[in-house]
């Protein structure tokens, strides 16, 4: 069965430091897609970043950068400079590509809520 | 450039009734699917809607339907309501999920609660 595990129900940051929220996945497909999704209390779910299974590189979107240990099935979130905005609930989902090339249905973890101190 | 829209926002329904959610995709968007997210949790795949037909199906029972237009908007019922039912129902919208097109996009959800 495929799964996503966060291990870390809650963490806290002070602002303009560092977190890294942790994620691991079990699956025995080889081609997939990892994601971390950002939910704010209006509850809209706001895609952060995509990491491609194929790609070694580590993905990094700004602020937000990724670290894709695929042998261990591991993908952790690291956050600089964190900002108040970017408290939320942060889920980590996988899906996998389908013969054909299209995408399955996400799969989540359960989430981690960041709180980000002033 | 509207993004995924969603309505009802909440709803209040009492135990055996039924209830209709909607969806519109992203402008450009022809595939739409269907999360659960039950308090606390991660949301959980219902199906996924592809050219008007339910393409892949999650681990729910058949009292959850569903139907998309052409016009590819989309419509979640659910039949024979059970308190387990509250939960946030989310709706995300894609490109045909392909390889290289772009992932999902959530829409706001909608807040149902059974009473």
């Known amino acids: 069965a495929q799964t996503v595990t966060q291990s870390q129900p809650e963490m806290s940051v002070q602002e303009a430091e560092t977190v890294t929220l942790s994620c691991t996945y079990d699956?025995?497909?080889?081609?997939?897609?990892l994601f971390w999704y950002k939910q704010p209390p209006s509850r809209q779910m706001i895609l952060v970043i995509r990491q491609e299974a194929y790609k070694q590189q580590n993905a990094t979107e700004n602020r937000f950068s990724v670290n894709f240990q695929k042998a261990a099935k591991s993908f952790s979130l690291k956050i600089s400079d964190s900002q108040l905005g970017d408290a939320a609930m942060y889920f980590c989902?996988?899906?996998?590509?389908?013969?054909?090339?299209?995408?399955?249905?996400?799969?989540f973890g359960k989430g981690t809520k960041l709180s980000v101190k002033p | 450039d509207a993004g995924v829209t969603q309505s009802p926002t909440h709803l209040i329904k009492t135990r055996g009734q039924q209830v209709t959610l909607r969806c519109s995709p992203k402008s450009g968007h022809d595939t739409v699917s269907w999360y659960q997210q039950a308090l606390g949790q991660g949301p959980q795949f219902i199906f996924q809607y592809y050219e008007e037909e339910e393409r892949q199906r999650g681990n729910f029972p058949d009292r959850f339907s569903g139907h998309q237009f052409p016009n590819y908007s989309s419509e979640l019922n659910v039949n024979a309501l059970l308190l387990g039912d509250s939960a946030l129902y989310l709706c995300?919208?894609?490109?045909?999920?392909?390889?290289?097109?772009?992932?999902?996009?959530f829409g706001p959800g909608t807040r149902l609660l059974v009473l």
């Open positions: 995300a919208s894609s490109l045909e999920l392909r390889r290289d097109q772009e992932t999902q996009y």
């Open positions: 699956t025995s497909e080889s081609d997939y897609y």
């Open positions: 989902a996988y899906t996998v590509i389908n013969y054909g090339g299209s995408q399955g249905n996400l799969i």
